[in-house]
Nanobody, 122 residues
Framework: QLQLIESGGGLVQAGGSLRLSCVAS????????IGWFRQAPGKEREFVAHITKNGGVPLYEPSVKGRFTISRDNAQNTVYLQMNSLNANDTANYYC???????????????WGQGTQVTVSS
């Protein structure tokens, strides 16, 4: 069993930055690939980025590549999402998920946090 808790969301002006955190409880954290997804009202949950168990070679959704950076600290059971140059299209509820497969599909992730809201004002 793995529990995930996101934090770090908020209201930010366009062009600004936020850093999201996903803290996991459970000694099996290192066994999971961790992904960040986002969901805007009326839309499906979409992939943002994910990172492998050892923190190597992350994958990004094209619209965030070069602006967002995912990283993980296995000693702290934490994955981060640094978000720079935010724009209105980034407004959504952001979720972290833990899964066994290197996937961009939400249904491949087994555990989810409750989400943290990011709102970008233009």
């Amino acid at each position: 069993q793995l529990q995930l808790i996101e934090s770090g969301g908020g209201l930010v002006q366009a062009g600004g930055s936020l850093r999201l955190s996903c803290v996991a409880s459970g000694r099996t954290f290192i066994s999971y690939i961790i992904g960040w997804f986002r969901q805007a009202p009326g839309k499906e949950r979409e992939f943002v980025a994910h990172i492998t168990k050892n923190g190597g070679v992350p994958l990004y959704e094209p619209s965030v590549k070069g602006r967002f950076t995912i990283s993980r600290d296995n000693a702290q059971n934490t994955v981060y999402l640094q978000m720079n140059s935010l724009n209105a299209n980034d407004t959504a509820n952001y979720y972290c998920g833990a899964g066994r497969y290197y996937s961009t599909e939400a249904h491949d992730y087994d555990y989810w946090g409750q989400g943290t809201q990011v709102t970008v004002s233009s």
